[in-house]
């Protein structure tokens, strides 16, 4: 039901072209920023031992149980999803094409990735990392593994902070639901875009006359529902197979850059 519900709103949304995708990323954006910014205000308190549980934790985890589980081999066994994580940024060169003033946003936005990246992703996890121990059992990958396995949710838990988790898992649900939509105006333009050059069957390329390239959205959408495998009994080892397919694209995209 919950499937359901995303893959209609990410339809809903991309039916409505650039316009609605860009109003809707607009808002999806502003709340994983605002997100993003307590997050790492909280996380600096819950360190220095601001929570109601816990005490002071500084770089206690950095060396019990250690900061680079498995050493080098436990990095690129997480590489894969870091991939996955960092790819998007390259949809600014997508978006150029449908921006009213290419030569004054483009620049803009991307200078902006540097700091994106700097503020977003590597603070963000540096706290993950002093709050919550590789090791612990409620992570994603151990045998306990629930919805609330995110490290985020699980350094306000350990906190003691009652409410707040909850609120953490409704950003998260709106970052997956950013990544889908994203997904599908990247896929959709980059299918036209096939087409147009002559790698695709033409149909592929057909654009209404409000400028949205329907067939690409529609194949888009059809690869969307393999969305439904989460209801298998394998789903675990479904989505690693799809995190690492998207993972290892976007390194030989950016490579082929």
Same mark, same amino acid.
């Given at each position: =039901?919950w499937v359901t519900i ?23 954006? &502003?709340?994983?920023?605002? =997100? ?14 601001? %929570? /109601? ?6 770089g206690r985890y950095w060396?019990?149980? *250690? ?9 690129? =066994? ?24 290419? +030569? ?19 603070? !963000?996890?540096?706290?993950? %990392?002093?709050?919550? /121990?590789?090791? #612990?059992? +409620? ?6 593994? #629930?919805?609330?396995? !995110? ?21 998260? &649900? ?11 105006y990247a896929a959709s ?8 050059? *002559?790698?695709? /069957? ?15 959205? *529609? ?13 298998? #009994? ?21 490579? !082929?850059?």
């Open positions: =039901a995303f893959y209609a709103l990410v339809l809903f949304i991309n039916i409505f072209g650039v316009r609605g995708y860009g109003e809707a990323e607009f808002i999806f954006s &502003m709340l994983k920023v605002i =997100a993003i910014l307590g997050f790492i205000v909280l996380g600096i308190v819950l360190n220095c031992g601001g %929570g /109601p549980e816990g005490g002071y934790i500084g060396h019990t149980p *250690g900061a680079f589980a498995d050493g080098f081999k436990g990095v690129c =066994a997480v590489f894969v999803t870091s991939a996955f994580s960092f790819a998007g940024t390259e949809l600014v060169g997508l978006a150029a094409a449908e921006t009213e003033n290419p +030569r004054k946003s483009l620049p803009s936005a991307t200078k902006q990735v540097f700091w994106r990246i700097a503020l977003f992703y590597i603070i !963000s996890l540096t706290l993950v %990392g002093l709050l919550v /121990p590789y090791d #612990d059992a +409620r992570l994603l990958g151990s045998s306990s593994a #629930d919805a609330s396995a !995110s490290p985020f949710v699980l350094a306000i838990v350990n906190a003691g902070i009652g409410g707040l988790p909850s609120v953490m898992n409704v950003v998260i &649900m709106i970052a997956v639901c950013s990544v889908a939509n994203s997904s599908v333009r980059t299918i036209a875009s096939l087409a147009d050059q *002559g790698f695709a /069957p033409r149909i592929f390329g057909y654009i209404d006359r409000s400028g949205r390239p329907l067939v690409g959205v *529609g194949i888009s959408l059809l690869f969307g529902l393999l969305c439904y495998l989460v209801a298998s #009994d394998n789903e675990g080892e479904v989505f690693t197979w799809m995190l690492a397919l998207s993972g290892l694209s976007s390194i030989f995209t950016w490579g !082929s850059i």
